[in-house]
Structures are given as structure tokens and as C-alpha cells.
């Protein structure tokens, strides 16, 4: 059974910068690509980003392109994401997500919360101005 767990969500400031991480267990790592999504008190849950099993290939909401990074360490098992310059707007219970499809077969919609049949208990980021 695949276990995520992810952390390092908190309280901020505006601008500030948080770092995720998400350790997963219970199979094998290297070969799945992963997903960071985020749902905010009202809303629907959406892609954040996403990176390819090898971690070559990256994927990010136009929301948090430049402000936002992630990258994974295999020999780890975890994936982070790098969130800079905060903005109120980024509050929201951020959830890592990792696919059941393999290698490159993960990455035709990586952006779909359809993709990703494991997902974590998410972390809370709340972003004060």
C-alpha cells in the first residue's frame, strides 16, 4: 500500500518562502513520477505541480510558475516543493499525489488529479498579508 506523508506547511507572511516535503513509502519510488496539489476553503482542488519519474521534466500551474519549485531526491523517496514569494492567495491544504502508472505512461496528463490514485493527508499553508 502506498503511504505518503507530506510536511513542512505553517503559517507565513506574505513573501515568505515554505519548503514541502513528502515522503512516500510501501513501493518502489524512482520509477513513478509525483504531483503537488492544493484546495483551498471553498474550492476545488487543483494542480500545483508535477514532476516526471526521473525528475527531468517538470510541470507547473500558470499560478506558480516562477515562484514555485519542485524537485525530488530517489535515493529518499521524496518529493518537495519549494514555494517563494508567498501570496495569500497560495493558502490552501497542499496534498502530494503519485500516480499508479509507470515511468513515462504517467506523464500524458500530469496536471489530472485522475492520474493520481494515492494522495497524502495534505498540509496546511496559510499565507497572512
Known amino acids: 500500500q502506498v503511504q505518503l506523508v507530506e510536511s513542512g506547511g505553517g503559517l507565513v507572511q506574505a513573501g515568505a518562502s515554505v519548503k514541502l516535503s513528502c515522503a512516500a513509502s510501501g513501493r518502489a519510488f524512482s520509477p513513478y513520477a509525483m504531483g503537488w496539489f492544493r484546495q483551498a476553503p471553498g474550492k476545488e482542488r487543483e494542480f500545483v505541480a508535477a514532476i516526471s519519474w526521473g525528475g527531468s521534466r517538470t510541470r507547473y500551474a500558470d499560478s506558480v510558475k516562477g515562484r514555485f519549485t519542485i524537485s525530488r531526491d530517489n535515493a529518499k523517496n521524496t518529493v518537495y516543493l519549494q514555494m517563494n514569494s508567498l501570496k495569500p492567495d497560495d493558502t490552501a491544504v497542499y496534498y502530494c499525489?503519485?500516480?499508479?502508472?509507470?515511468?513515462?505512461?504517467?506523464?500524458?496528463?500530469?496536471?489530472?488529479?485522475?492520474?493520481?490514485?494515492?494522495w497524502g493527508q495534505g498540509t496546511q499553508v496559510t499565507v497572512s498579508s
Open positions: 499525489a503519485a500516480p499508479l502508472a509507470v515511468y513515462d505512461s504517467a506523464w500524458v496528463a500530469p496536471d489530472r488529479s485522475s492520474t493520481y490514485p494515492f
